[in-house]
């Protein structure tokens, strides 16, 4: 049984990062916009966090550091997209791509250092139960953050007027003007808030997760939280249930090369990415589900004076 919770405990450290940033592009979705530079908005706030944290000696203000960077990289996407009207596509692939080469650049000079990171929460008492103690009290203080941030996205979109205004813009963004609401103003924020929690999912790598810089470190999760929101048709618990089913399947590579299984080690990396391939192809064929589920307006460009 301890195994067992060791094994939950790891998937859900492994599917932690991917819960922020298919969070967050929910959101960005969900006002309909399509942000495709989530892989370069993780690298980003993944070298900028561990670069704070092992010059300051403090992780959390690492994590600090990596969502304002997150934020900052999807404000560059904001304004050629919905003030500039450049295509969403075009330039979030072209923000990944810039994403991933300024990562890398900036990032060096601390490759070969290794930092103190978030240490797992431990109860006196609590954590040393059988089963439970290690699943409810022995997790990284980041994935209980996630699991807060799920539930109040969750709250957000379907129990607040602001959410419901956040999804109205996305389906209707010409009724949502006409009524008065300020569309491009809450575009801006969602896409924001989307690169804030993009950021702080590269951040949980490099600061706690493995607390130390490689360069592309990621490892297309970024492209695999895109993937996620479409999987889940655009709802937040399957987003949830996504990421940790795509975070089982990574653990599972890893544990199968410990135990020594004759597969070569690249076709066992191979996994998550086929897995998403897979689940992707047999969600697109239910082509009502998609069309029921995806805003309206997602990808579309909206001006208030056209």
């Not at 064929?285 to 579309?300: E, F, Q, V």
């Amino acid at each position: 049984m301890d195994q067992v919770a060791e094994l939950l405990v790891l998937t859900l450290a492994a599917g932690t990062p991917l819960v922020f940033a298919a969070l967050g592009e929910l959101v960005t979705e969900k006002s309909g916009v399509l942000n495709l530079g989530v892989e370069g908005m993780m690298l980003v706030g993944a070298v900028t966090s561990f670069m704070v944290a092992a010059t300051t000696g403090s992780p959390w203000l690492g994590v600090g550091a990596g969502m304002l960077a997150g934020a900052a990289l999807s404000l560059v996407f904001a304004v050629l997209t919905l003030s500039l009207m450049a295509n969403q596509v075009a330039t979030g692939l072209a923000l990944s791509l810039f994403g991933i080469g300024l990562s890398a650049f900036v990032g060096l000079g601390y490759v070969s250092i290794v930092i103190e990171g978030i240490a797992p929460l431990g109860v006196p008492g609590l954590s040393d139960l059988p089963l439970v103690g290690k699943l409810l009290f022995g997790h990284n203080p980041l994935v209980y953050l996630s699991l807060a941030l799920f539930a109040a996205i969750r709250w957000f979109l379907y129990r607040t007027r602001p959410g419901l205004i956040l999804r109205a813009v996305g389906e209707n963004p010409q009724s949502a003007h006409a009524i008065g609401f300020p569309v491009v103003r809450i575009r801006y924020l969602a896409v924001m808030f989307g690169g804030a929690c993009a950021g702080i999912g590269g951040a949980y790598l490099a600061v706690a997760y493995t607390p130390l810089w490689t360069e592309g470190m990621t490892a297309g999760r970024g492209w695999i939280a895109l993937a996620l929101v479409v999987f889940a048709t655009w709802r937040p618990w399957r987003v949830l249930a996504g990421a940790y089913l795509f975070g089982g399947v990574t653990l599972a590579t890893f544990q199968a090369q410990a135990l020594g299984v004759t597969v070569p080690s690249q076709l066992l990396a191979m996994l998550p990415y086929l897995a998403t391939i897979v689940v992707l192809a047999i969600i697109s064929r239910d082509a009502t589900a998609i069309r029921l589920n995806a805003p309206a307006s997602l990808g579309r460009p909206f001006h208030p004076g056209l």
